[in-house]
């Protein structure tokens, strides 16, 4: 029930397209999910987050939508630049309140020009 | 600017050695983490601190030991390195919390040969 499944796990997509990476979870007690985006030679950092009582987030390109019957969250990126290029992850907290949280397995995202 | 630093970005270390990786940060924070990341498994939490003195296990806390002796620093110990401990190793901060923004070091690339 601590797992967050991340799919897929490498996307290629043109200059000019859409990114979607899908999470699917299972702890319907998970109330916080976020993603992280990590540069080549970098640590990953805090891109976009949600909360389960909206559907629906945007912040410039980015958009989380999130569907809590199917417990599945996905970040989409609209009109994906090569500068976007990088490793994704999605995450939940852990039980607890103390900050700990679950990490999917990551999707490196590759932008052709 | 806030910051999360790890000592080294490559460590080059032999079978058997004991290896230090150390993490500081500025940002007063009082949860402190040591992540693993390897390819298509995510990040997983090796050890987590909440408090100085504090450590909880994570998922994968065998052949490490951490070390938080100051609010701002953390240590991960590999105690007699082997080749299957070779990864990027992360450290990362946040304030204590179910929904706190996680800040990570630039990591640190570790190969036990």
């Known amino acids: 029930q601590q797992q967050v499944k991340q799919s897929p796990q490498s996307l290629i997509v043109q200059k000019g397209g859409i990114s979607i990476i899908n999470c699917a979870y299972e702890?319907?007690?998970?109330?916080?999910f976020p993603w992280y985006q990590q540069f080549p030679g970098k640590g990953p950092a805090l891109l976009i987050a949600?909360?389960?009582?909206?559907s629906e987030k945007k912040e410039g390109r980015f958009t989380i939508s999130f569907n809590k019957s199917a417990k599945q969250f996905s970040l989409h990126i609209m009109d994906s630049q090569p500068g976007d290029s990088a490793t994704y992850f999605c995450?939940?907290?852990?039980?607890?309140?103390?900050?700990?949280?679950?990490f999917g397995q990551g999707t490196t995202l590759q932008v052709k020009p | 600017d806030v910051k999360v630093t790890q000592s080294s970005r490559y460590l080059v270390k032999r079978t058997g050695e004991k290896v230090f990786l150390e993490c500081v940060q500025d940002?007063?924070?009082?949860?402190m983490f040591w992540y693993r990341q390897d390819p298509g498994l995510g990040l997983r939490l090796i050890y987590f601190?909440?408090?100085?003195?504090?450590?909880e296990k994570g998922d994968i806390p065998e052949g490490y030991s951490v070390s938080r002796e100051k609010k701002e620093r953390f240590s991960l110990i590999l105690e007699s390195a082997s080749t299957n401990q070779t990864s990027m190793y992360l450290c990362a901060s946040s304030l204590l919390g179910a929904r706190t923004e996680a800040f990570f070091g630039q990591g640190t690339r570790l190969t036990v040969v």
């Open positions: 949600i909360r389960p009582d909206v």
């Open positions: 601190s909440y408090d100085v003195k504090m450590k």
């Open positions: 702890n319907t007690a998970f109330d916080y």
């Open positions: 940002m007063d924070h009082e949860n």
């Open positions: 995450a939940a907290p852990r039980s607890g309140n103390t900050g700990k949280l679950i």
